[in-house]
Nanobody, 125 residues
Framework: QLHLVESGGGLVQPGQSLQLSCEAS????????IGWFRRAPGKERESVLC????????VYADSVKGRFAVSRDNAKNTVYLHMNTLKSEDTGVYYC??????????????????WGQGTQVTVSS
């Protein structure tokens, strides 16, 4: 059974950094593209970034370009979301999702069938 677990969320001040983890079990994460998505209070879910199975190709949402990055540790079956220069508008529940298909770069949540439970990120002074 495919299972994803996000961790690392918390409360930070604007301008600070935070790293989220997405750990997989039941499958080899390096065979799947991973998407990070978020849902802010009162808003629809939006994409943050998506990365291919090799980690070499990344699609970023405009709102996070230059501030967020992603890395993969295949030995730990884990993907990391590195968030820098955080802003209040980055507040939300962050989800990782996995897709084995070839449309990962569209970075649309409806194309990713496997999801974690989410982790809360709050950016506030």
């Amino acid at each position: 059974q495919l299972h994803l677990v996000e961790s690392g969320g918390g409360l930070v001040q604007p301008g600070q950094s935070l790293q989220l983890s997405c750990e997989a079990s039941g499958f080899l994460l390096d065979r799947y593209a991973i998407g990070w998505f978020r849902r802010a209070p009162g808003k629809e879910r939006e994409s943050v970034l998506c990365v291919d199975s090799s980690g070499g190709d990344v699609v970023y949402a405009d709102s996070v370009k230059g501030r967020f990055a992603v890395s993969r540790d295949n030995a730990k079956n884990t993907v990391y979301l590195h968030m820098n220069t955080l802003k209040s508008e980055d507040t939300g529940v962050y989800y990782c999702a996995a897709d084995a298909g070839n449309r990962w770069s569209m970075c649309r949540g409806d194309l990713y069938p496997y999801w974690g439970q989410g982790t809360q990120v709050t950016v506030s002074s």
